[in-house]
């Protein structure tokens, strides 16, 4: 899970927001950088936002020891 805290275009109010990466694993490729929006509302003025998220996953190889 990913912790978001973003400022509203719309009213400029701080929001808080978390955000489930399982939801988005279809967008999610390991070794590559991945943009993705993630809709959101606004707590405040309840605009419909669109989040731009990029990720870097990297797989660590698994040893078994």
Do not use: W
């Amino acid at each position: 899970m990913i912790s978001l805290e973003f400022d509203c275009p719309e009213c400029g109010n701080m929001n808080e927001h978390n955000v489930r990466l399982e939801n988005y694993g279809e967008f999610i490729d390991q070794d590559k950088e991945t943009p993705f929006f993630v809709p959101v509302n606004c707590e405040s003025c309840c605009a419909r936002l669109h989040i731009r998220l990029e990720l870097k996953v990297k797989v660590a190889p698994f040893t078994c020891g």
